[in-house]
């Protein structure tokens, strides 16, 4: 059945749409990928005239066939209105000879809300017609995940979210932003060690098929808010289409032409959602994958070896200190002209081995369509300095890590129209920004600091962070990864039954 999604490691598992969305994860560990993408081809032509919503009830009718026409414009209504403080949802800047995509005018100051104001809807929706069926959220975050998944399925009836942080590890603000998170269905919890402990603790219990029946009996599916889940990626396409269309209405590229993207990326769903938008028909040329010292993606794309054993850095920008890219998996899916078995055997060599070569064929196609670059701490400080010195223009350390290797790739490549995706408020991170920017040692807290930011470059602290220092904190605790399992048994509990 061409609607339907399959497995990364096996076309043999396959389910509708809704279930994709609703389980999150493939049986067999894969993620699911819809084997009839390269057929589906965006209606770019009409697209021209929509509002960012309407292209959004476009691409979303095109891989969502199952949900009813309305019900999506419902879910899109509901996810993109006034929750969003521009009414461009993302807007699109001049930045030098280039361009910014800004993706953080959410309620949670992160890209993150893109595909997370949405998801919840759709799930709302699919659980309507299942009355007797109950989800627990289970979410892994290197720092913004967290907070956007539970502003997007707060108080959602039949939904119940745990977020896992790596303890210590993410910024002050991230932290407060979601250990002050109410609603009677949230639960967020520290464990300790570092995001890629959280994740596969979170992974284990997705892979526990004991506990899923157990479960199953008291009517509660487990599912996942990271970008595993195609209800989250989907939802990203649409910006890289608005962000090209807005492109040709200001006459700055012609119909047709390619454009450039530069991601900072760390999971891999940013890039993989303009990856999709790509096979579905836009123009790009090519995408321009942005690390920080936690390089492991850098290294793939040069070498066509990943390899997961290397030193774990804690950066300036931590929604990227992440080393087993999840997503990646169905980049390599696709541009293996869709052969599970041998996504399988990579993936079982990175299990046992810690690291997959792929070869040389796989690698040339890549080469095609990416290139790949990293930023120390210090040339993503000197970044936010110079191009708030040059053009007035405030990125926090993600966006900036991006524009580093923006700028490297410009000096060999000029052809193209580059495009940057910013993808956090540079408030959410004002201590490092408010240091790179005006190189002092920086005294006070996290709100003193967005205070002086704000003074002193005379731009305005996003209305979400600003009112945190007003609430209390409701979320204490912290777990060994080990005990995950009892924990997710006792908040369902807590949550759900
Ligand atoms: C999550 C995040 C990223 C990385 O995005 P991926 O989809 O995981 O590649 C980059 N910047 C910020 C601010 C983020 O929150």
Same mark, same amino acid.
């Given at each position: 059945?061409?609607?339907?999604?399959?497995?990364?490691?096996?076309?043999?598992?396959?389910?509708?749409?809704?279930?994709?969305?609703?389980?999150?994860?493939?049986? /067999?560990? $894969? *993620?699911?990928? %819809?084997?009839? !993408?390269?057929?589906?081809? @965006?209606?770019?032509? &009409?697209?021209?005239?929509?509002?960012?919503?309407?292209?959004?009830?476009?691409?979303?009718?095109?891989?969502?066939?199952?949900?009813?026409?309305?019900?999506?414009?419902?879910?899109?209504?509901?996810?993109?209105?006034?929750?969003?403080?521009?009414?461009?949802?993302?807007?699109?800047?001049?930045?030098?000879?280039?361009?910014?995509?800004?993706?953080?005018?959410?309620?949670?100051?992160?890209?993150? /809300?893109? $595909? *997370?104001?949405? %998801?919840?809807? !759709?799930?709302?929706?699919? @659980?309507?017609?299942? &009355?007797?069926?109950?989800?627990?959220?289970?979410?892994?975050?290197s720092?913004?995940t967290?907070?956007?998944?539970?502003?997007?399925?707060?108080?959602?009836?039949?939904?119940?979210?745990?977020?896992?942080?790596?303890?210590?590890?993410?910024?002050?603000?991230?932290?407060?932003?979601?250990?002050?998170?109410?609603?009677?269905?949230?639960?967020?919890?520290?464990?300790?060690?570092?995001f890629?402990?959280?994740q596969?603790?979170?992974?284990?219990?997705?892979?526990?098929?004991?506990?899923?029946?157990?479960?199953?009996?008291?009517?509660?599916?487990?599912?996942?808010?990271n970008s595993i889940?195609?209800?989250?990626?989907?939802?990203?396409?649409?910006?890289?289409?608005?962000?090209?269309?807005?492109?040709?209405?200001?006459?700055?590229?012609?119909?047709?032409?390619?454009?450039?993207?530069?991601?900072?990326t760390g999971n891999f769903g940013n890039?993989l959602?303009?990856?999709?938008?790509?096979?579905?028909?836009?123009?790009?040329?090519?995408?321009?994958?942005?690390?920080?010292?936690?390089?492991?993606?850098?290294?793939?794309?040069?070498?066509?070896?990943?390899?997961?054993?290397?030193?774990?850095?804690?950066?300036?920008?931590?929604s990227m200190?992440i080393?087993i890219s999840s997503n990646l998996?169905?980049?390599?899916?696709?541009?293996?002209?869709?052969?599970?078995?041998?996504?399988?055997?990579?993936?079982?060599?990175?299990?046992?081995?810690?690291?997959?070569?792929?070869?040389?064929?796989?690698?040339?196609?890549?080469?095609?369509?990416?290139?790949?670059?990293?930023?120390?701490?210090?040339?993503?400080?000197?970044?936010?300095?110079?191009?708030?010195?040059?053009?007035?223009?405030?990125?926090?350390?993600?966006?900036?890590?991006?524009?580093?290797?923006?700028?490297?790739?410009?000096?060999?490549?000029?052809?193209?129209?580059?495009?940057?995706?910013?993808?956090?408020?540079?408030?959410?991170?004002?201590?490092?920004?408010?240091?790179?920017?005006?190189?002092?040692?920086?005294?006070?807290?996290?709100?003193?600091?967005?205070?002086?930011?704000?003074?002193?470059?005379?731009?305005?602290?996003?209305?979400?962070?600003?009112?945190?220092?007003?609430?209390?904190?409701?979320?204490?605790?912290?777990?060994?990864?080990?005990?995950?399992?009892?924990?997710?048994?006792?908040?369902?509990?807590?949550?759900?039954?």
């Amino acid at each position: 059945m061409k609607d339907l999604y399959s497995s990364t490691r096996s076309k043999e598992v396959q389910v509708r749409d809704v279930d994709a969305i609703l389980n999150s994860l493939a049986e /067999d560990g $894969g *993620l699911y990928v %819809l084997d009839d !993408l390269i057929n589906k081809v @965006l209606p770019l032509k &009409q697209m021209l005239t929509m509002s960012y919503q309407d292209i959004a009830n476009t691409i979303l009718k095109m891989l969502l066939p199952s949900m009813q026409e309305e019900a999506i414009m419902q879910c899109v209504a509901n996810a993109y209105g006034s929750n969003f403080n521009d009414e461009h949802i993302t807007p699109l800047k001049k930045l030098g000879g280039q361009y910014v995509l800004e993706l953080f005018h959410g309620p949670t100051c992160a890209f993150k /809300d893109i $595909g *997370l104001q949405l %998801l919840p809807q !759709l799930m709302k929706t699919i @659980l309507k017609n299942e &009355q007797k069926q109950q989800v627990m959220i289970l979410t892994a975050t290197s720092g913004d995940t967290g907070k956007a998944a539970l502003a997007g399925f707060q108080d959602v009836n039949q939904v119940g979210i745990s977020v896992f942080y790596p303890d210590g590890k993410v910024s002050e603000m991230q932290k407060l932003q979601m250990v002050t998170q109410t609603g009677r269905n949230t639960a967020v919890c520290a464990i300790q060690g570092n995001f890629d402990d959280a994740q596969s603790a979170v992974k284990t219990i997705f892979n526990d098929t004991m506990l899923a029946q157990q479960l199953m009996q008291d009517g509660v599916t487990l599912s996942s808010a990271n970008s595993i889940n195609i209800g989250r990626l989907i939802p990203q396409i649409v910006y890289y289409v608005y962000a090209y269309l807005q492109l040709v209405k200001q006459e700055e590229i012609a119909w047709m032409e390619e454009v450039d993207f530069c991601v900072p990326t760390g999971n891999f769903g940013n890039v993989l959602a303009g990856y999709y938008a790509k096979m579905m028909g836009l123009p790009v040329h090519k995408f321009i994958i942005a690390s920080n010292e936690n390089n492991v993606l850098y290294d793939f794309f040069t070498e066509g070896t990943y390899n997961r054993d290397r030193p774990f850095h804690k950066t300036i920008s931590p929604s990227m200190d992440i080393l087993i890219s999840s997503n990646l998996e169905r980049l390599l899916y696709y541009a293996s002209n869709q052969d599970a078995d041998y996504i399988t055997s990579l993936l079982d060599k990175l299990q046992k081995e810690g690291t997959y070569k792929i070869n040389d064929q796989l690698k040339k196609r890549l080469d095609t369509m990416f290139y790949a670059g990293y930023a120390s701490d210090e040339e993503t400080s000197t970044s936010i300095k110079k191009v708030y010195k040059d053009c007035g223009y405030i990125m926090d350390p993600h966006t900036a890590v991006g524009y580093k290797v923006m700028q490297d790739y410009l000096a060999k490549n000029t052809k193209h129209t580059c495009v940057l995706l910013s993808t956090a408020s540079p408030y959410k991170f004002a201590p490092q920004v408010y240091q790179a920017i005006y190189d002092e040692d920086i005294k006070g807290d996290e709100f003193s600091l967005m205070e002086k930011l704000s003074k002193s470059t005379n731009t305005e602290i996003p209305k979400p962070l600003q009112d945190l220092r007003k609430l209390k904190v409701l979320h204490n605790d912290v777990i060994k990864k080990e005990d995950i399992a009892d924990y997710v048994q006792k908040k369902i509990k807590e949550v759900l039954l």
